[in-house]
């Protein structure tokens, strides 16, 4: 086994990965007591010292992983976040790169990249993307045409939340969440008692129907990404067992030879 392939034995080992995870998660603590003045009067020093403890620990561990995989470390999407989140926190947040210093805490987004349980979550809401992007614009239309409609009815009776277009938008989408959505309904059936049919049809296709296809979609894109991970772990173990079948033919090929000229030459002495 050659050091390349010792660095990726090591770098991919099980042990390795959750003392990743353990510092990842002991860098989120850190950060967070930083935001406190109380903390940082009495422990400052203390803990910038950890931070930058971690940091190494997370540009050696990158480098390891470079050295392990070379450039087909950067065909990963993962690697590519991973990288990225490293590379943001080593330039020095002194002077003009001082806002960089609220950054240090997209460090605990690698949580993401190394537990793999987040990671399919993560992939699984990337894969619904282009399904909620349509019933986004759905939804959008639906909100605009009964703003439009709600403007024109409530309008002059209800001014503070349908006096114009971009009002009745905003009230509209309160009213999509449900926060106080009775109380603008009964200001409005005040005046108008069978404005109520309008709030319930709308709850029911906003709230109900459209908010409803979106978990929907994301449920199926969970679904369709599990899936895949599945057929591309019973891909690789096939191609690992083929590769030690390969292996083990290779060996009883050459104890046959070996047996072979054994023979040969006991045949010769004798």
Same mark, same amino acid.
């Given at each position: 086994?050659?050091?390349?392939?010792? @660095?990726?034995?090591? *770098?991919?080992?099980?042990?390795?990965?959750?003392?990743? +995870?353990? @510092?990842?998660?002991?860098?989120?603590?850190?950060?967070?007591?930083?935001?406190?003045?109380?903390?940082?009067?009495?422990?400052?020093?203390?803990?910038?010292? *950890?931070?930058? !403890?971690?940091?190494?620990?997370? *540009?050696?561990?990158?480098?390891?992983?470079?050295?392990?995989?070379?450039?087909?470390?950067?065909?990963?999407?993962?690697?590519?976040?991973?990288?990225?989140i490293?590379?943001?926190s080593v330039?020095?947040?002194?002077?003009?790169?001082? @806002?960089?210093?609220? &950054?240090?805490?997209?460090?605990?987004?690698?949580? +993401?990249?190394?537990?793999?349980?987040?990671?399919?979550?993560?992939?699984?809401?990337?894969?619904?993307?282009?399904?909620?992007?349509?019933?986004?614009?759905?939804?959008? &239309?639906? +909100?605009?045409?009964?703003?439009?409609?709600?403007?024109?009815?409530?309008?002059?009776?209800?001014?503070?939340?349908?006096?114009?277009?971009?009002?009745?938008?905003?009230? &509209?989408?309160?009213?999509?969440?449900?926060?106080?959505?009775p109380?603008?309904?009964?200001?409005?059936?005040?005046?108008?008692?069978?404005?109520? +049919?309008?709030?319930?049809?709308?709850?029911?296709?906003?709230s109900?129907?459209?908010?409803? &296809?979106?978990?929907?979609?994301?449920?199926?894109?969970?679904?369709?990404? @599990?899936?895949?991970?599945?057929?591309?772990?019973?891909?690789?173990?096939?191609?690992?067992?083929?590769a030690?079948?390969?292996?083990?033919?290779?060996? !009883?090929?050459a104890?046959?030879?070996?047996?072979?000229?054994?023979?040969?030459?006991?045949?010769?002495?004798?």
């Amino acid at each position: 086994m050659n050091p390349r392939d010792r @660095v990726r034995a090591l *770098v991919e080992h099980k042990r390795f990965q959750q003392f990743i +995870i353990w @510092v990842i998660v002991v860098n989120a603590v850190t950060l967070g007591l930083e935001t406190s003045r109380s903390v940082m009067s009495g422990f400052g020093g203390l803990l910038h010292a *950890v931070d930058h !403890v971690i940091l190494g620990i997370f *540009v050696l561990e990158l480098v390891l992983r470079l050295y392990a995989h070379g450039w087909r470390f950067f065909r990963d999407p993962w690697n590519v976040f991973d990288f990225v989140i490293v590379a943001i926190s080593v330039i020095p947040t002194s002077g003009p790169f001082s @806002v960089l210093r609220a &950054l240090r805490i997209l460090r605990a987004l690698r949580l +993401i990249s190394a537990v793999p349980a987040m990671r399919r979550v993560v992939s699984g809401l990337l894969a619904a993307v282009p399904g909620m992007a349509s019933i986004g614009a759905l939804l959008g &239309l639906i +909100i605009y045409v009964a703003a439009v409609m709600a403007t024109k009815l409530f309008g002059a009776i209800s001014p503070q939340y349908f006096g114009d277009l971009g009002t009745t938008l905003f009230t &509209l989408f309160q009213t999509m969440t449900g926060e106080a959505w009775p109380d603008i309904a009964r200001e409005v059936m005040a005046a108008a008692p069978f404005a109520w +049919i309008f709030f319930v049809i709308y709850i029911l296709i906003s709230s109900f129907a459209v908010l409803n &296809l979106f978990i929907a979609v994301i449920v199926s894109g969970m679904e369709k990404t @599990v899936t895949n991970d599945l057929v591309e772990a019973e891909e690789q173990h096939a191609a690992d067992q083929a590769a030690s079948d390969a292996l083990i033919l290779e060996e !009883v090929r050459a104890l046959r030879r070996e047996i072979a000229e054994l023979r040969e030459q006991q045949r010769e002495r004798t």
